[in-house]
């Protein structure tokens, strides 16, 4: 989109979006696509995407994980991070194209939302069943919870 008022520049079909992010600058848009996986696998593939202005795309990276219930970029949109129905968390890191250290299995059930502080040293995650954490990222390690009364659509 560019100009007041806005009009579309360019339009790319990366697949089902369910979530975009971009830079303050609008140099950089990062989307989490998901396409559909041949019969009888119902599941549906993630990808984490980064475009330029012009819509080129800059980066591609697939989770092999199926289930992906929510994903979050960094401000910056060097790392993105996923959670699935499982309840396991996984950090992206964008630049490299490749999963910075293991499944991090922070929930029993499956992950409703994510989100990520500016400076990706703290994530915050909900599951279904409206349990929250912060987490700090490096130490891979809870450090408050909480349960809330209903269940998390967002954050």
């Given at each position: 989109?560019?100009?007041?008022?806005?009009?579309?520049?360019?339009?790319?079909?990366?697949?089902?979006v369910?979530?975009?992010?971009a830079?303050?600058?609008?140099?950089?848009?990062a989307?989490?696509?998901a396409?559909?996986?041949?019969?009888?696998?119902?599941?549906?593939?993630?990808t984490?995407?980064?475009?330029?202005?012009?819509?080129?795309?800059?980066?591609?990276?697939t989770?092999?994980?199926?289930?992906i219930?929510?994903?979050?970029?960094?401000?910056?949109?060097?790392v993105v991070?996923?959670?699935?129905?499982?309840?396991?968390?996984?950090?992206?890191?964008?630049?490299?194209?490749e999963?910075?250290?293991?499944?991090?299995?922070?929930?029993?059930?499956?992950?409703?939302?994510?989100?990520?502080?500016?400076?990706?040293?703290?994530?915050?995650?909900?599951?279904a069943?409206?349990?929250?954490k912060?987490?700090?990222?490096?130490?891979?390690?809870?450090?408050?919870?909480?349960t809330?009364?209903?269940?998390v659509?967002?954050?």
């Amino acid at each position: 989109w560019a100009g007041r008022p806005g009009r579309l520049v360019k339009s790319v079909s990366p697949g089902e979006v369910y979530a975009v992010a971009a830079l303050p600058d609008g140099s950089k848009v990062a989307a989490w696509t998901a396409q559909a996986r041949p019969a009888p696998e119902v599941k549906k593939a993630s990808t984490y995407r980064v475009f330029d202005a012009d819509g080129k795309e800059l980066v591609a990276v697939t989770d092999k994980a199926l289930g992906i219930q929510a994903a979050a970029f960094a401000a910056d949109l060097s790392v993105v991070v996923s959670g699935d129905e499982s309840g396991a968390v996984r950090l992206w890191d964008l630049a490299k194209k490749e999963q910075a250290g293991g499944d991090w299995p922070l929930f029993d059930g499956p992950v409703a939302d994510l989100g990520l502080t500016p400076d990706k040293g703290r994530l915050v995650a909900a599951d279904a069943a409206g349990v929250v954490k912060v987490a700090d990222v490096a130490k891979r390690a809870v450090l408050a919870s909480a349960t809330l009364p209903a269940a998390v659509r967002g954050l």
